[in-house]
């Protein structure tokens, strides 16, 4: 159960760890995906293993991300040699942005199905693996995407950190064999939420290994008191502005640039001006 506390954006006792649908479905994917390598499908393994302990008894931290430094580290081991560093460090950072991001009701299943559709579009011979994964979030949403404190379910860290995984392992593929790093597109606006919260942070001079509600997304629904659900439905449509923008413009050299500029305007005129917050966190 997961009992809230002050950082809680929930009021009531809730089911954790609902989540653990989207590692296995995600291990049934790849199962059907002919070309992944075994060493992918221990990573999954690795990692839904020990973010469902954590789930259940609050591992330490060392040991939490030993073992995602350990599931990042096996999806490395197919690329060059001087990728996996880039993939170790960008990798577990990007998981653990999926982990951060899943604070509301449906933010994380509404947001991941936009992610999985694009990726779709863009690598439909990995079409069960999306399919399978997608089926497995809906199903989730039954039990989640509720109002505030209505919720039966949360997916918790098996679930979040599971699905960053799940799409960390095409998206770097992607990026591999295009060559091309504009694909950080199709999860443009969790990167922007999370990269500028860091940045807020280190100018407050705050530690930003120590758990907060400063994510745009918290400040609107536990501050400002938005529904959870039209929040997690805004972050969603942004994403699919953007990967609808990003799949149907002519490739541009650093095109890409001005989209995160663009959402980097956005989220400041969201957070700095609409709702009043200033750099030394002070209203």
């Known amino acids: 159960m997961d009992i809230p506390n002050e950082r809680s954006s929930h009021e009531h006792r809730t089911i954790r760890g609902g989540g653990i649908i989207i590692p296995i479905a995600g291990m049934i994917g790849l199962l059907l995906t002919h070309d992944v390598r075994p060493e992918i499908f221990l990573g999954l393994m690795v990692i839904a293993v020990m973010s469902f302990l954590d789930d259940l008894y609050t591992i330490k931290p060392i040991f939490r991300i030993t073992a995602q ?19 170790l460090i960008i990798g577990v950072g990007f998981i653990n942005t999926y982990n951060f991001m899943d604070g509301i009701n449906g933010i994380t299943s509404l947001y991941s199905l936009v992610v999985l559709a694009s990726l779709y579009y863009l690598q439909t011979e990995m ?11 809906v199903v989730f949403s039954y039990f989640n995407f509720r109002p505030r404190g209505k919720a039966i379910a949360f997916m918790g860290d098996v679930g979040s950190i599971s699905m960053g995984m799940l799409i960390l392992i095409p998206l770097v593929s992607l990026i591999y064999i295009r060559q091309d790093i504009s694909l950080v597109l199709l999860v443009g606006v969790y990167g922007v939420d999370s990269v500028v919260t860091i940045l807020i942070r280190l100018i407050r001079r705050e530690n930003i290994f120590e758990a907060h509600r400063l994510h745009l997304y918290q400040l609107l629904c536990n501050d400002h008191g938005k529904p959870h659900l039209l929040v997690s439905a805004s972050y969603t449509l942004a994403q699919l502005l953007v990967s609808i923008i990003y799949v149907n413009t002519i490739d541009t050299p650093l095109f890409w640039l001005v989209i995160i500029l663009i959402l980097v305007a956005v989220y400041a005129m969201v957070r700095f001006v609409w709702l009043h917050d200033t750099l030394s966190g002070k209203k």
């Open 127 to 137: 079409s069960s693996y999306y399919i399978i994964i997608g089926s497995a979030v």
């Open 69 to 87: 430094f350990m599931a990042v580290g096996l999806i490395g081991l197919q690329y060059p040699v001087i990728w996996i560093l880039p993939i």
